[in-house]
């Protein structure tokens, strides 16, 4: 159980495009959904928190504009990279949670993305 | 914010020994302190958790131990295979937001 799915799973794209990642609860509906971003070798930072039906919460530094949240159902959140620049590579992670007071986080598999 | 703090960054021990990661944290509102593992270009894995509410928690070979007081806590593996070789983050959060404040992570080889 527990299962938190990424699509697509590596990407490589052109400067100036968009892409748009998909993080999903396969097994459970997800009441917050987590946005991370990881650079080689280092640690997890998160970008934003997203709950199904609001809009998402960015961290300092983080711009909105730029990474775009949707968090339409309990099993479905996406993040769009907007007009994507080589420094915007990076290995991006989605976790859920599944609510009811519980702090537990599932990770997803990740989306390398890398920008040309 | 909260800030997490990891030590040491890189870990290298014997196969059979023991090995240990500490953390400490700013914010005393943080109640909810998990340890996950990560292999290269995999997702991280919770490997096991504790709340402020709990001094220490085991499972098999692995515990974990929380200081509120002192504000650190630390991940125990006792007997390392090196299938435990890895990355692994602490983490701590606070109840109201449930966001994940994870430290710098350890990389740590356990040898044949």
């Known amino acids: 159980g527990a299962v938190v799915s990424q699509h697509p799973s590596r990407v490589i794209c052109k400067s100036g495009t968009s892409v748009k990642i998909e993080c999903r609860s396969l097994?459970?509906?997800?009441?917050?959904m987590f946005w991370y971003r990881q650079f080689p070798k280092k640690s997890l930072m998160l970008m934003a928190t997203?709950?199904?039906?609001?809009?998402?919460?960015?961290e300092q530094g983080v711009e909105k504009d730029k990474f775009l949240i949707n968090h339409a159902s309990l099993t479905l959140s996406t993040l769009t990279v907007t007009s994507a620049h080589p420094e915007d590579s990076s290995f991006y992670i989605c976790?859920?949670?599944?609510?009811?007071?519980?702090?537990?986080?599932?990770f997803g598999p990740g989306t390398r993305l890398l920008v040309l | 914010g909260e800030n997490v703090e990891q030590h040491p960054s890189t870990l290298s021990v014997q196969e059979g020994d023991s090995a240990v990661i500490k953390c400490t944290y700013s914010?005393?509102?943080?109640?909810?302190f998990p340890w996950y593992k990560q292999e290269l270009g995999k997702r991280p894995q919770l490997i096991i958790d504790?709340?402020?509410?709990?001094g220490e928690k085991k499972d098999q070979r692995i515990a974990v131990t929380l200081n509120k007081t002192a504000k650190h806590f630390s991940l125990h593996i006792t007997e390392t295979q090196p299938e435990d070789s890895a990355v692994y983050f602490c983490?701590?959060?606070?109840?109201?937001?449930?966001?994940?404040?994870f430290g710098k992570g350890t990389s740590l080889l356990v040898t044949p």
């Open positions: 997203s709950n199904e039906g609001s809009k998402a919460t960015y």
């Open positions: 504790i709340r402020s509410n709990v």
């Open positions: 097994d459970f509906q997800a009441t917050t």
């Open positions: 976790s859920a949670r599944i609510g009811g007071g519980s702090e537990t986080q599932y």
């Open positions: 983490a701590a959060s606070i109840n109201s937001g449930y966001a994940l404040n």
């Open positions: 914010d005393s509102a943080s109640n909810y």
